[in-house]
């Protein structure tokens, strides 16, 4: 059984900086992604950025040069360390992980971490 468990989240002034965490227990097998997506109000979820088990990296154009993805594989843990926050933001984010096994993938979600920026 995999688990996803989020933290770091938090209220913070725009420009601040904060940095998410993600666990995930149970084993790994194979090639697998972790991505950070998050979720506004009223809008739909949209990826925010990737790692790759091989640390190859993926962001959305609106966090690039602010945001940074990283994991420890040892730890089973990804980060997002976020700078230079906006108030847009904003958002409910989550942890996703894709195994991916022979002939199948597998998805995992975390239940999610709010970040609120404030102008």
């Known amino acids: 059984q995999v688990q996803l468990v989020e933290s770091g989240g938090g209220l913070v002034q725009a420009g601040g900086s904060l940095r998410l965490s993600c666990a995930a227990s149970?084993?790994?097998?194979?090639?697998?992604?972790f991505g950070w997506y998050r979720q506004a109000p009223e809008k739909q979820r949209e990826l925010v950025a990737s790692?790759?088990?091989?640390?190859?990296?993926n962001y959305a154009d609106s966090v690039k040069g602010r945001f940074t993805i990283s994991r420890d594989n040892q730890k089973n843990t990804v980060y997002l360390q976020m700078n230079s926050l906006k108030p847009e933001d904003t958002a409910v984010y989550y942890c996703?992980?894709?195994?991916?096994?022979?002939?199948?993938?597998?998805?995992?979600w975390g239940k999610g971490t709010q970040v609120t920026v404030s102008s």
């Open positions: 790692i790759t088990s091989g640390g190859g990296t």
């Open positions: 149970g084993s790994i097998f194979g090639f697998n992604v």
């Open positions: 996703h992980r894709r195994d991916f096994v022979t002939g199948a993938h597998y998805d995992y």
